[in-house]
């Protein structure tokens, strides 16, 4: 098969791929799964609630996934839910909950922090402009990508891969 893939972007992908195993080990050093973790770190990242589908959206993880590991932690007593509107949910933390994102995900921040912190105004200016960047661009790709696709075959076999 062909090499689609160019170095840059093989580069791309590797540091993405150790990113997400290095939040990984840490997830797994607190005891926690990747998506509690997930959760606990975009609720701290509002303060001590947020509402459940941007955690959905934020998190990348499915709604399913996400509503079992928010059920794990209501019966553990670290999140309740509260109606906001509608249509949605607000999770918020308990005391409890709040006491396990200050020694799991709140230490998690603080090194994030730090790290960006110690880098020059500058740089960190320029990794967010390009992040940004990157994201936008591909967002937009990606908004093309079935316009693209018309040999049915090919379709309906990806969709019996799911």
Do not use: P
């Not at 799991?104 to 603080?110: G, L, N, P, R």
């Not at 990794?127 to 693209?148: G, Q, V």
Request: hydrophobic share 35%; proline share 0%; charged share 30%.
């Amino acid at each position: 098969m062909e090499n689609y893939v160019s170095r840059e972007m093989k580069r791309f992908n590797h540091l993405i791929g150790e990113m997400d195993a290095v939040y990984h080990e840490m997830a797994f050093h607190f005891g926690l799964s990747d998506s509690v973790m997930d959760i606990l770190y975009t609720i701290c990242n509002d303060g001590d609630s947020c509402l459940l589908q941007e955690i959905c959206r934020r998190s990348g993880i499915s709604k399913q996934t996400i509503n079992s590991a928010i059920r794990k932690l209501e019966s553990q007593g670290m999140v309740y839910l509260e109606q906001a509107g509608a249509k949605n949910k607000m999770v918020c933390l308990t005391e409890q909950g709040k006491q396990l994102a200050e020694v799991t995900v709140v230490q998690i921040i603080e090194a994030e922090n730090e790290i960006l912190a110690a880098w020059k105004r500058e740089e960190v200016e320029t990794y967010l402009d390009l992040t940004e960047r990157f994201l936008e661009s591909i967002r937009e790709k990606s908004k093309n990508l079935n316009r693209k696709q018309n040999n049915k075959s090919v379709q309906k076999d990806c969709a019996e891969m799911r």
